[in-house]
T-cell receptor, first 119, second 113 residues
């Protein structure tokens, strides 16, 4: 099956601790994204990457870090600098928006999410 | 700046009745619009998109959406609601500069038996 996997499904973090959320896709997509979802606020973009070894900050990047060493993987680290990290985190992927043709307008495919709770 | 608005936090409808979930957008240039659905503790599932062409777009699970340029709207519709349609629905627009998706705040649909 092709798709996006996220692990773990649930994650608990102590104050002052860094944690890393995993996101893997086997869709051969160039672009990957991390969103944060809070009740009543929809999805907010944390970071995105349109190609390997390159990524850009989204709207709420403070307190987070990412890497994109492989096309299929885009891990997100929630650092101790993120003061309110309790949320539902969603990873997504899509063909490169500049790929041309119909793939330029392709939707994003989402993983099942990781729920992070600070203890 | 591109944006979408979902004016209703929740929509209630009886099973078998038609449903509408509203979305309005603000973009410069041609809008690329999407609808997603989210079930509890799950990721988002793509329903349909408008890129160009017919104003009535058909999607998954019997849903359709009507693009109205003059009213800058992209409302999601279904002729006959099912209890299993109860979920959180998001409208999104693609930013023409950064290619990011910008999401609305979501509308919770509750279909009662």
């Amino acid at each position: 099956d092709g798709g996006i996997t996220q692990s773990p499904k649930y994650l608990f973090r102590k104050e002052g601790q860094n944690v890393t959320l995993s996101c893997e896709q086997n869709l051969n997509h160039d672009a990957m994204y991390w969103y944060r979802q809070d009740p009543g606020q929809g999805l907010r973009l944390i970071y995105y990457s349109q190609i390997v070894n390159d990524f850009q900050k989204g709207d709420i990047a403070e307190g987070y870090s990412v890497s994109r060493e492989k096309k299929e993987s885009f891990p997100l680290t929630v650092t101790s600098a993120q003061k309110n990290p309790t949320a539902f985190y969603l990873c997504a992927s899509s063909p490169h928006p500049l790929a041309g043709g119909k793939s330029s307008y392709n939707e994003q495919f989402f993983g099942p999410g990781t729920r992070l709770t600070v203890l | 700046a591109q944006s979408v608005a979902q004016p209703e936090d929740q929509v209630n409808v009886a099973e078998g009745n038609p449903l509408t979930v509203k979305c309005t957008y603000s973009v410069s240039g041609n809008p690329y619009l999407f609808w997603y659905v989210q079930y509890p503790n799950r990721g988002l599932q793509f329903l349909l998109k408008y890129i160009t062409g017919d104003n009535l777009v058909k999607g998954s699970y019997g849903f359709e959406a009507e693009f109205n340029k003059s009213q800058t709207s992209f409302h999601l519709k279904k002729p006959s609601a099912l209890v299993s349609d109860s979920a959180l629905y998001f409208c999104a627009v693609r930013d023409i500069v950064s290619y990011k998706l910008i999401f609305g705040s979501g509308t919770r649909l509750l279909v009662r038996p």
